[in-house]
Every structure is written in structure tokens, then in C-alpha cells.
């Protein structure tokens, strides 16, 4: 049974750091490229970041550019994302997700965290 748990988010305030993790199981974990994506209230969930099955590449939607890093640990079966910077409108429920790969949709999401940013 796959599993994604995504943990480490909560309430901060703006300017500060957060960093988010997703660990894996029973999965591959290295075969799979990661994703964070987002969901805003009233909001259409949205791509955040994704790292290929290596960690080498890297993608992100414009506006965490400069502020958030992805990051995986094969070994630990985790992706993190390094949130700095952070604005209210960052605030959501951020979920991750696995894929086959980089270009492909999505097989397994995880339930989310909810991550409030007030200013």
C-alpha cells in the first residue's frame, strides 16, 4: 500500500521559514520524480516544485522561484521543501505527490498539510 505523509506544516508569520516533508512508503521511492503542489481556499490546487528520481532537476512554478527548494533523501524515502521567505499568499494545504516521470501525471498523492502564513 503506497503512502505519502506529508508533515511539518503550520501557522508562521510572514518573512519566516518553514520546511515540509513527505516521507514514502511502500513505494520505490527512487524510481518516482516528487512534486509539492498547492491549494489555496477557493483555489484550484497548483504546482509548486517537483525534483526528478535523482534530485539533479528541478522545477518550480514562478512565484516560490528564489524562495523555496526541493530536495529529496533517497535513502530516507523523503522530499522536503525549504519554504523561505514566506508570504500570506503562500498559505494552503500543500500536498506531495509521486510519478512515473518528470513529464507524466501524478500516481499517488498524500493528504496534505496546511501551512497559514499571516502578515
Known amino acids: 500500500q503506497v503512502q505519502l505523509v506529508e508533515s511539518g506544516g503550520g501557522l508562521m508569520q510572514a518573512g519566516g521559514s518553514l520546511r515540509l516533508s513527505c516521507a514514502a512508503s511502500g513505494v520505490t521511492f527512487s524510481s518516482y520524480t516528487m512534486g509539492w503542489f498547492r491549494q489555496a481556499p477557493g483555489k484550484e490546487r497548483e504546482f509548486v516544485a517537483k525534483i526528478d528520481r535523482s534530485g539533479v532537476m528541478t522545477k518550480y512554478v514562478d512565484s516560490v522561484k528564489g524562495r523555496f527548494t526541493i530536495s529529496r533523501d533517497n535513502a530516507k524515502n523523503t522530499v522536503y521543501l525549504q519554504m523561505n521567505s514566506v508570504q500570506p499568499e503562500d498559505t494552503a494545504v500543500y500536498y506531495c505527490?509521486?510519478?512515473?516521470?518528470?513529464?507524466?501525471?501524478?500516481?499517488?498523492w498524500g493528504q496534505g498539510t496546511q501551512v497559514t502564513v499571516s502578515s
Open positions: 505527490a509521486a510519478g512515473t516521470t518528470f513529464w507524466s501525471s501524478y500516481a499517488y
